[in-house]
């Protein structure tokens, strides 16, 4: 493979000669344009991922299900993620990039689609797997393709951007999508999803660059890249600290209203607050980032382990509770794009970043199953307070492992 000398600049991580091959740059706006559209991907998957939990019962009660059977179409999706992932990237290895985007916004289109048409549990479940295949590979694809289309020196911008759809997601997406499916119905939810979906297939057609999958044709294996200690270190801390993370936040409500008195009405504006701290996180990250990638990876962990130790005694000081909502929030949401430079750094020397990638998708998707199922077990036997000290304790072999393995 041949070589090609990569430098930092400002302090931000670059990626490695294996994610960048023979690229011919373009323009500024068209760099920008591309990494939009991918970042609106992103948005376009996170919102139809997650937006049966804002709908649940609707949707339980359109199909004849109850709300337990209805809470796979979740926690399913997230374990098939967890499972697919890096099976999937690695048979779509060798795809030209755009191409790949285009097959897998088709993909989400279709899902959406026969969500809509879904008279029958099964058959609403297989439309919730196809979007759960396709956003596996994309999440171990978007932000590779991401830092191959812009300059090294604005590599952490640009994973910054592809995430930032998670964060709007939360703060958009699912609010305005449980506002529709309260007033028009679940099934228009989703025929608003699969137009989005559509709306930026078309987006990525005009903007994506033709990119070949690496500029040689090798490709790392998911056996060497699970072969570097770094990159196995990036993968356990990001399997702790998000089951930390989504043990907590899948049973904020009961937390907010059995804990700390807020009433039902207030859960939405509550989330949507956190949602709006986390995009100031995520997008606010790469500045600090780039000061130093390890004092802003163990104080962005620290805090979020904090939050949840505070939250365990904040009681019923609801003044405190928002305040530490709005700390979480920024803090979790700043995560994924300092654990996804981790696996970048980690497997620099690797040709190509969607094996490692996927390893990092599968432990953050297995972590969102994991807290979700260990959480309910934990909130039925010890009630909505346990979550809290339960996640901080989960956080600390996280923040252990980070300080001895993370890059610099």
Same mark, same amino acid.
């Given at each position: 493979?041949?070589?090609?000398?990569?430098?930092?600049?400002?302090?931000?991580?670059?990626?490695?000669?294996?994610?960048?091959?023979?690229?011919?740059?373009?323009?500024?706006?068209?760099?920008?344009?591309?990494?939009?559209?991918?970042?609106?991907?992103?948005?376009?998957?996170?919102?139809?991922?997650?937006?049966?939990?804002?709908?649940?019962?609707?949707?339980?009660?359109?199909?004849?299900?109850?709300?337990?059977?209805?809470?796979?179409?979740?926690?399913?999706?997230?374990?098939?993620?967890?499972?697919?992932?890096?099976?999937?990237?690695?048979?779509?290895?060798?795809?030209?990039?755009?191409?790949?985007?285009?097959?897998?916004?088709?993909?989400?289109?279709?899902?959406?689609?026969?969500?809509?048409?879904?008279?029958?549990?099964?058959?609403?479940?297989?439309?919730?797997?196809?979007?759960?295949?396709?956003?596996?590979?994309?999440?171990?694809?978007?932000?590779?393709? #991401?830092? *191959?289309?812009? +300059?090294?020196?604005? %590599? !952490?911008?640009? @994973?910054?951007?592809?995430?930032?759809?998670?964060? /709007? $997601?939360?703060?958009?997406?699912?609010?305005?999508?449980?506002?529709?499916?309260?007033?028009?119905?679940?099934?228009?939810?989703?025929?608003?999803?699969?137009?989005?979906?559509?709306?930026?297939?078309?987006?990525?057609?005009?903007?994506?660059?033709?990119?070949?999958?690496?500029?040689?044709?090798?490709?790392?294996?998911?056996?060497? #890249?699970? *072969?570097?200690? +770094?990159?196995?270190? %990036? !993968?356990?801390? @990001?399997?702790?600290?998000?089951?930390?993370?989504? /043990? $907590?936040?899948?049973?904020?409500?009961?937390?907010?209203?059995?804990?700390?008195?807020?009433?039902?009405?207030?859960?939405?504006?509550?989330?949507?607050?956190?949602?709006?701290?986390?995009?100031?996180?995520?997008?606010?990250?790469?500045?600090?980032?780039?000061?130093?990638?390890?004092?802003?990876?163990?104080?962005?962990?620290?805090?979020?382990?904090?939050?949840?130790?505070?939250?365990?005694?904040?009681?019923?000081?609801?003044?405190?509770?928002?305040?530490?909502? /709005?700390?979480?929030?920024?803090?979790?949401?700043?995560?994924?794009?300092?654990?996804?430079?981790?696996?970048?750094?980690?497997?620099?020397?690797?040709?190509?970043?969607?094996?490692?990638?996927?390893?990092?998708?599968?432990?953050?998707?297995?972590?969102?199953?994991?807290?979700?199922?260990?959480?309910?077990?934990?909130?039925?036997?010890?009630?909505?307070?346990?979550?809290?000290?339960?996640?901080?304790?989960?956080?600390?072999?996280?923040?252990?492992?980070?300080?001895?393995?993370?890059?610099?």
């Amino acid at each position: 493979m041949a070589e090609h000398a990569i430098h930092q600049h400002q302090g931000e991580p670059a990626p490695t000669s294996a994610f960048i091959g023979e690229i011919k740059r373009r323009s500024p706006l068209a760099e920008a344009l591309a990494v939009i559209a991918l970042s609106l991907g992103t948005f376009a998957f996170v919102s139809t991922a997650l937006m049966p939990i804002g709908i649940l019962p609707q949707m339980a009660e359109g199909v004849g299900v109850s709300l337990g059977q209805a809470g796979f179409l979740v926690t399913g999706f997230a374990l098939l993620v967890a499972m697919a992932a890096t099976p999937l990237t690695a048979a779509t290895r060798r795809w030209n990039r755009k191409w790949l985007m285009l097959s897998l916004l088709l993909a989400c289109t279709l899902g959406n689609v026969l969500t809509y048409f879904s008279q029958s549990y099964p058959m609403l479940l297989a439309s919730r797997l196809i979007v759960a295949a396709a956003i596996g590979i994309f999440w171990s694809t978007a932000a590779s393709m #991401a830092v *191959r289309i812009v +300059p090294e020196k604005h %590599a !952490v911008r640009a @994973t910054s951007a592809v995430y930032g759809g998670l964060a /709007l $997601a939360s703060v958009l997406g699912i609010p305005a999508g449980t506002f529709l499916g309260n007033y028009a119905g679940w099934r228009i939810v989703f025929v608003v999803l699969a137009i989005l979906s559509f709306a930026v297939f078309i987006k990525m057609w005009l903007t994506l660059p033709d990119l070949a999958a690496s500029h040689d044709g090798n490709h790392c294996t998911v056996a060497e #890249a699970w *072969r570097e200690r +770094p990159l196995r270190a %990036a !993968v356990c801390v @990001t399997a702790l600290i998000m089951t930390a993370n989504f /043990l $907590a936040f899948t049973y904020i409500a009961p937390f907010l209203e059995q804990v700390t008195g807020f009433q039902t009405s207030w859960i939405g504006g509550l989330l949507l607050a956190y949602g709006a701290a986390g995009l100031a996180g995520n997008f606010g990250i790469a500045p600090i980032m780039a000061r130093g990638y390890r004092p802003t990876l163990f104080v962005t962990m620290i805090v979020l382990i904090a939050s949840f130790a505070a939250l365990t005694f904040a009681g019923a000081n609801q003044g405190l509770v928002i305040a530490l909502l /709005l700390i979480w929030g920024a803090a979790y949401t700043a995560l994924p794009v300092l654990m996804q430079t981790w696996v970048f750094k980690a497997a620099a020397h690797l040709d190509g970043p969607e094996a490692p990638s996927s390893l990092y998708v599968s432990a953050y998707n297995g972590a969102i199953a994991a807290g979700a199922l260990v959480g309910g077990v934990i909130v039925d036997h010890a009630g909505p307070w346990s979550i809290m000290p339960i996640s901080a304790v989960i956080g600390i072999p996280a923040l252990l492992i980070a300080l001895k393995h993370a890059p610099k």
